[in-house]
């Protein structure tokens, strides 16, 4: 759990003062640093020495700190799984924004680039984070004709023999699964997630 928390401290820090040089385009000084994560200007001091023995800062008393590529790779890391989170929280599962915000800034320290990737598979169809997604996902209400993959879908699909990895059936209306047709209601639909396959 120290080690764990350890790390965690780290990437705020980083991730702090990613912030603060994009909003105010120079170096985060400790008093920026201390206000932003409500610390003592010492502490700041302590754990920015340690970041620059680290190689995550460049640091000089009175100046301020500014990311090296390896602080910044970490800070824009971090910054990338809280977007993912929060738009999984608020724009697929319709959690309110300022829990949605509480729950990604939890998460955000605690998951690996697999678990990233997985939650993209299930946002990919409603969401902006990337500039370029790499994923080809659909949901069960906003597919077209055709047979797909399911990617990921509630427990309660499996009821009706909708699973992950299934390979399915959409048609003009409901769902085709093992010959049999069935109609899905549009709530559900909305959390069934697809992948095209070819015919």
Excluded: W
């Amino acid at each position: 759990m120290g080690r764990e928390f350890y790390v965690e401290r780290i990437e705020e820090y980083l991730e702090a003062i990613y912030d603060i040089q994009m909003e105010k385009k120079r170096a985060a000084k400790t008093s920026d640093l201390a206000k932003k994560l409500e610390v003592r200007p010492s502490s700041v001091t302590e754990m920015l020495l340690k970041l620059s023995e680290r190689g995550y800062v460049e640091y000089r008393p009175y100046r301020g700190a500014v990311l090296t590529r390896k602080g910044e790779e970490v800070a824009k890391r971090i910054k990338r799984y809280h977007r993912i989170f929060e738009e999984f929280f608020s724009g697929f599962l319709g959690i309110e924004g300022s829990e949605a915000h509480r729950l990604s800034c939890e998460l955000e320290h605690h998951v690996t680039d697999e678990i990233a990737r997985k939650v993209c598979e299930i946002i990919a169809s409603r969401c902006n984070i990337c500039e370029n997604c790499e994923f080809n996902m659909v949901s069960l209400s906003e597919a077209k004709p055709g047979r797909y993959l399911v990617v990921a879908c509630p427990a309660v699909a499996e009821s009706f023999g909708v699973v992950p990895d299934k390979k399915v059936i959409v048609r003009e209306k409901g769902i085709e699964v093992d010959g049999e047709q069935i109609m899905v209601s549009e709530k559900l639909a909305a959390k069934i997630i697809l992948e095209r396959v070819s015919d």
